[in-house]
């Protein structure tokens, strides 16, 4: 939580809104402009406005009021007063643009998570199964994590599964499917897997598998 709060002191307004402005929905031109502006901001410029910009960029002094309006009525800039005189913020786009980083880090974070617990099932059912497994069980595997199993539910059902003499994938989506139906008559007196997967994990081997083989 830590790292999420402070990527703002340790991580540049400039890299920020450069990795998320299409997220963000801004132009290269609006981009350029927030840059500036922040450029000057840094400098004390105590004059910001579309003719201070145009002196920095390539752009005109209209294009430039036309992208200035564009960015207040979306909130990626602010006026105020310094000095008795108009000027410039570029806050609202910082705060934007470290949310929306933050946001990508989470998911980035999130997904690693998944793929360290699918590597260490894969690594299981290796171990139990004394052979290795082939692509489509190890999608298959992960599909039970984006179900929402979890890791001890798919390692107990393997385990079940094998004693049963049976070590097949859908074996073990079997075996998962009956035991989350069994817990939730129990704690709510229904079913309520029945939208976890209309489609079988053995159906959908076997449409992987032809993907496959194409």
């Not at 910082?94 to 990508?104: I, N, Q």
């Not at 980035?108 to 998570?113: A, E, H, L, N």
């Not at 992960?142 to 074996?171: H, T, Y």
């Amino acid at each position: 939580m830590a790292k999420m709060n402070s990527l703002r002191d340790f991580i540049p307004f400039e890299y920020a809104l450069l990795e998320t402005y299409r997220d963000l929905g801004l132009s290269e031109n609006e981009l350029a402009v927030l840059l500036m502006l922040d450029h000057l901001v840094k400098l004390r410029n105590p004059v910001l406005n579309s003719d201070s910009l145009a002196l920095k960029m390539s752009l005109k002094s209209d294009e430039i009021d036309a992208i200035l309006a564009s960015l207040f009525s979306r909130k990626f800039i602010a006026y105020g007063k310094e000095g008795g005189q108009s000027t410039l913020s570029v806050e609202p786009a910082k705060e934007r643009a470290y949310a929306r980083l933050r946001a990508a880090v989470a998911e980035q974070d999130g997904t690693s998570k998944n793929e360290r617990r699918a590597e260490e099932l894969n690594s299981f059912f290796e171990d139990r199964l004394e052979r290795t497994l082939s692509p489509l069980e190890r999608s298959s595997i992960s599909r039970f994590l984006e179900m929402g199993f979890r890791d001890d539910e798919v390692k107990n059902a393997l385990l079940d599964c094998i004693r049963d003499g049976k070590s097949s994938l859908k074996a073990v989506e079997r075996r998962l499917i009956a035991q989350r139906q069994s817990d939730d008559r129990l704690s709510e007196g229904a079913s309520a897997v029945s939208h976890l997967s209309a489609e079988p994990i053995g159906d959908r081997l076997r449409k992987d598998e032809a993907k496959f083989e194409k």
